[in-house]
Structure formats: C-alpha cells, structure tokens
C-alpha cells in the first residue's frame, strides 16, 4: 500500500542518521534524501546534502543499507532539483552532471527514484525550453534507464521569485507540457514526482491527472497551499505567485487529500507520498518544523497508515 514519508530538505541542519532516526520515531514508513553538492544554497530548500554521492564508497553504501535496516525506513528517493536548462551554460553543464551522479548513486545503493526537475530558461517560450529539452534530456534518462532508475520531475513551476520572471525555472507545469515531453522521451523511466499543490494555485484540477498519467507516476510529494482569492482580485494571475498564494502543510489548505488519496488507490499506485514542508509559517525553530511534520502526518495517517 502506500507508504507515508517526508522531504529531508526541510531538516537542513540534521544529519542523515539523525533525519532517519526522527523518522523512525514518528513511525514513518520511508524519507525523501537530499543529494545537493556541497556548498552554498542558492534559494530555500535548496543546498541540501544529507548524502553525499561525492563520498559515496563501499563503506558509505554498507553504512546507508544498515540505518535503513536498523530503523526500518526505507529511503523513497533520491532529490536534487537545479535548473539543466540554465542560461548560464556552465550552470547548466554542473546541474546535468550532478544529476547522473545521483542517478549512479540511486543505482548503487538499490533505491529506484531519482527526484529533479527539468529546468528552463525563464526568458525564453515553451516551444523554445521544449526544443533545448529535447536536446538535453534525452541522455540523462538514457543514462537512467540503463542502470534500471527512474527519474522523476516535479510539477514545480519554480516562478515564486522576481529572478525566476517571467517563465519560472522548471518547465514541467502542466499536463500539456507533459503530454509533450513524454512524446520527446517516451521512455517509461521518465515521469513525475506529482505534487498537487502547483496545479491548486495555478488554478488546474489537481486530481485529474493522477488518472490521466498513472503510468508515470514514480513519486508523490505532499505538499498543501492556500490561494487567497481577495489577494488574487487584487493583483491578477499575472502577478508574482507568492503575491495571492502561500504553501501550506498538508491539511492547513486548500487540497482535498480525501480525494487526493482515493484518487492514487483508484489507479492502483502503491509507492512513497512524502510531505514536503515549505510553509513559512513553522520555520522559525527545529521545533516549528517537527511540528510541520508531525501535524501533516497527523493528517494524513487517517488515510494512509503509519509505519
């Protein structure tokens, strides 16, 4: 059935051992790991590295396969979102290279889902961000298929800031684009790790598309928001998001999780729903975020079972 879990970005100061250890203890079943390079974070969330496939010998991997075992969680993916698609070629160049080591790394260490997004240049079209995909993404699932992973893109539209005007940084933000990227790359290990929130304040049925790409499904974050129709009425959807939406934990917005979690049992998925936290308003203390966590999961345990 499915398995409930959460995104390891919003622990940043946690080590893995520690992040695995909180999940076990809260009766978690699985934990999305962050595999960013080591360094700076460029934006929140971001800059995460809870492995790092830099360092990843054999010691590394017997270390990982015992914390699994020893606290029966099971590690749901592998996450690393750049922007492949960067304007700043070199930018780009790292971002794509880094993104084939996670998948080496998910490879060595038996875990099936590498968790990323496609990217785009923000300044350029659809059409334009299709045909530098077309050019570039077709190798790293190459390089994924080959060793037997999956690689999943998430439906973030990655347009929250000023610097991300006016197309945002991830091109993957609607069923029509996805129609056309999968036509690009029909390759089954190629799909989506599907949060319903960005389609909610991009004014999109976010339960429609669990049906309609079944197929593709490889991972599910959960991840809530809060679309506040007087900010709306004010400064239109051509507006900054941020400027009339806010991400919220599960529960605290606007999703339906009742529907939501039919929906996936409808189509028979059976893999990790993972809560993301990026609501701001449990950000200002270690204890504000494990009570995120454990507030999305008191929600959500009434539909998907602990453990």
Not at 49 to 75: C, G
Not at 114 to 143: K, M, W, Y
Not at 176 to 196: E, R
Not at 244 to 257: A, R
Request: hydrophobic share 40%; glycine share 6%.
């Amino acid at each position: 059935m499915l398995k409930l879990g959460f995104v390891s970005a919003i622990m940043p100061d946690s080590s893995f051992e520690e992040v695995m250890a909180f999940a076990s203890e809260q009766q978690f079943g699985c934990v999305e790991i962050m595999c960013w390079p080591k360094g700076k974070a460029e934006r929140r969330y971001a800059g995460v590295t809870h492995i790092n496939v830099d360092a990843l010998d054999r010691e590394a991997i017997a270390h990982i396969h015992a914390v699994q075992r020893d606290k029966k969680v099971f590690i749901s993916g592998l996450g690393f979102y750049p922007n492949p698609m960067d304007p700043d070629e070199e930018k780009a160049a790292q971002a794509i290279d880094h993104i084939k080591k996670v998948i080496s790394a998910a490879a060595l260490l038996g875990i099936p889902v590498v968790n990323t997004f496609v990217g785009r240049n923000p300044s350029r079209n659809i059409p334009d961000n299709l045909a530098l995909f077309a050019e570039r993404f077709p190798d790293i699932v190459a390089h994924a298929g080959s060793l037997g992973i999956k690689v999943a893109i998430e439906n973030c539209p990655m347009l929250f800031t000023n610097d991300e005007w006016p197309g945002g940084k991830n091109l993957a933000i609607s069923p029509a684009v996805w129609d056309q990227m999968f036509t690009i790359i029909p390759d089954a290990h190629f799909g989506l790790n599907y949060d319903p929130s960005h389609l909610v304040w991009m004014q999109m049925d976010p339960i429609r598309p669990i049906y309609d790409y079944k197929d593709r499904l490889h991972h599910i974050h959960l991840k809530d928001v809060k679309v506040y129709k007087e900010k709306l009425d004010r400064v239109g959807i051509l507006a900054n998001p941020l400027e009339y939406h806010s991400p919220k934990i599960p529960g605290l917005g606007d999703v339906n999780w009742g529907r939501f979690i039919a929906a996936l049992t409808d189509v028979g998925y059976r893999g990790p729903c993972c809560i993301e936290v990026e609501d701001k308003a449990f950000e200002k203390s270690s204890e504000d975020i494990r009570t995120a966590i454990l507030t999305a999961r008191n929600h959500l345990s009434q539909y998907i079972p602990l453990g």
